[in-house]
């Protein structure tokens, strides 16, 4: 089945700092999800993004699939940016629904 | 604000009990994902529902899990008997299928149950 690597697996920033989070996988995938989880265990949506780019605030994804990787851009982070962040990717040939395989996530500190 | 409600939040129960755990899909969504998260494993699919049918299950323990959507705006997730090895947080996550394009589908999370088996 498909590899969903993230990187790096941990990072601690000061407040202010940008940072990029990275999702390699190994299959070919027509979607893609970001998800953080926050230190509640809230998993919250922050880009569906099956290729291209998108920004939200400060926050930015950018899917290459036919490079298969995928990257999220947290600028001028802020504390309550910390958490967990998932990348979920869809194989492409994974059957006839949204089957999502999650990454072992980027554990992400903020610290003032 | 559309939100996937899951209850209950936190759940302490003792090896050999039922447990029974209920979610409350987006209103007009008509896909369901039972997921749980343990620190080993991360996040594993359990069960798949479109429509109230069950379409995947295979991550479930066919012995002890079921999982059932006795309506569209409830499904279930019960454990008899529950074990120590079934604790970690369960999570229900809803989505849109328009015309069968699952790939263009969106999986919202609710905030999970907390289970802990003694």
């Known amino acids: 089945g498909i590899q969903v690597e993230q990187s790096p697996p941990d990072l601690i920033l000061q407040e202010g700092a940008n940072s990029t989070l990275r999702c390699n996988f190994s299959d070919s995938v027509n979607n893609l999800q970001w998800f953080h989880q926050n230190p509640w265990g809230q998993l919250i949506n922050l880009f569906y993004?099956?290729?291209g780019t998108k920004q939200n605030g400060r926050l930015s994804a950018t899917t290459v699939a036919t490079e298969r990787y995928s990257l999220l851009y947290i600028s001028s982070s802020q504390t309550t940016d910390s958490g967990v962040y998932f990348c979920?990717?869809?194989?492409?040939?994974?059957?006839?629904?949204?089957?999502?395989?999650f990454g072992a996530g980027t554990r992400l500190a903020v610290h003032p | 604000d559309a939100r996937v409600t899951q209850t209950p939040r936190h759940k302490v129960t003792e090896m050999g009990q039922e447990v029974t755990m209920r979610c409350q899909p987006i209103?007009?969504?008509?896909?369901v994902f039972w997921y749980r998260q343990t620190m080993m494993q991360g996040l594993e699919l359990l069960a798949y529902?479109?429509?109230?049918?069950?379409?995947?299950d295979s991550g479930m323990p066919k012995d002890r899990f079921s999982a059932e959507m006795p309506d569209a705006t409830l499904a279930t997730l019960k454990i008899q008997p529950s074990e120590p090895r079934d604790s970690a947080v369960y999570f229900c996550?809803?989505?849109?299928?328009?015309?069968?394009?699952?790939?263009?589908?969106?999986?919202?999370f609710g905030p999970g149950t907390r289970l802990l088996v003694l």
């Open positions: 979920a990717p869809r194989p492409m040939f994974s059957g006839g629904y949204n089957k999502l395989i």
């Open positions: 996550a809803s989505g849109l299928v328009i015309d069968g394009r699952v790939a263009e589908e969106t999986q919202y």
């Open positions: 209103l007009g969504h008509n896909t």
């Open positions: 993004i099956p290729s």
């Open positions: 529902f479109r429509n109230r049918a069950p379409l995947d």
